[in-house]
């Protein structure tokens, strides 16, 4: 199993920018579908992005329009800029394949939104 570090999250106050980034042990190019998850304290994880490998797109209607979602397969990196930031994206956020992969959960990284 492909194992997951996740990195680049932080405090940062409304309306600024964050750029997190998720670092694979091994080849992402065989996963059609990468994912950016988060978490919220008390709340279900979610799936927020996701990005195939030829490059198509989705995103959950709350960052719409806000964030980008990437993926540099010879890096085996997938990225998400995360722009015009608001107290609820605050989370702790994962990456994983989408459908995720149980056994590939890291540690996530977390972002806080002050207002």
């Known amino acids: 199993q492909v194992q997951l570090v996740e990195s680049g999250g932080g405090l940062v106050q409304a309306g600024g920018s964050l750029r997190l980034s998720c670092a694979a042990s091994?080849?992402?190019?065989?996963?059609?579908?990468m994912g950016w998850y988060r978490q919220a304290d008390g709340k279900q994880r979610e799936l927020v992005a996701a990005v195939t490998s030829g490059g198509s797109t989705n995103y959950a209607d709350s960052v719409k329009g806000r964030f980008t979602i990437s993926r540099d397969n010879a890096k085996n990196t997938v990225y998400l800029q995360m722009n015009s930031l608001k107290p609820e994206d605050t989370a702790v956020y994962y990456c994983?394949?989408?459908?995720?992969?149980?056994?590939?959960w890291g540690r996530g990284t977390r972002v806080t939104v002050s207002s």
């Open positions: 994983n394949a989408a459908p995720y992969s149980s056994a590939s």
């Open positions: 091994g080849t992402i190019a065989s996963i059609n579908a």
